[in-house]
Nanobody, 125 residues
Framework: QVRLVESGGGSVQAGGSLRLSCAAS?????????MGWFRQSPGKGREVVAD???????RYIDSVKNRFTISRDNAKGNLYLQMNRLEPEDTAMYYC??????????????????WGEGTQVTVSL
């Protein structure tokens, strides 16, 4: 049993920042899980944003490189996504997800066994 709860979403003007958090809990969760952030919008569907391995290796989709930072605090069981220089195109529902292993193919959704309910991010001009 793994429970993932996102928080930190909201509305911000373009160029602003938000930090998303994901609290992981439950007897089925392990710090050895790979953790990822995904987002879904009506125009683009669901896509991976970033993931982080248990020992801190990170990957990002090209459109957020140098703007977003994924990190984890294993002691707290938390996952974070620091989002800077936000753009209207970043508007989406953001989801936290956990996988037994980071997918060899970055962003392969089928590799993730557990998902949160999402937190909305809206970026205006």
């Amino acid at each position: 049993q793994v429970r993932l709860v996102e928080s930190g979403g909201g509305s911000v003007q373009a160029g602003g920042s938000l930090r998303l958090s994901c609290a992981a809990s439950g007897s089925g969760y392990s710090n050895y899980y790979c953790m990822g952030w995904f987002r879904q919008s009506p125009g683009k569907g669901r896509e991976v944003v970033a993931d982080v391995s248990p020992n801190g290796f990170t990957r990002y989709i090209d459109s957020v490189k140098n703007r977003f930072t994924i990190s984890r605090d294993n002691a707290k069981g938390n996952l974070y996504l620091q989002m800077n220089r936000l753009e209207p195109e970043d508007t989406a529902m953001y989801y936290c997800a956990a996988a037994r292993f980071c997918p060899v193919t970055f962003g392969m959704e089928s590799g993730y066994q557990n998902w949160g309910e999402g937190t909305q991010v809206t970026v205006s001009l």
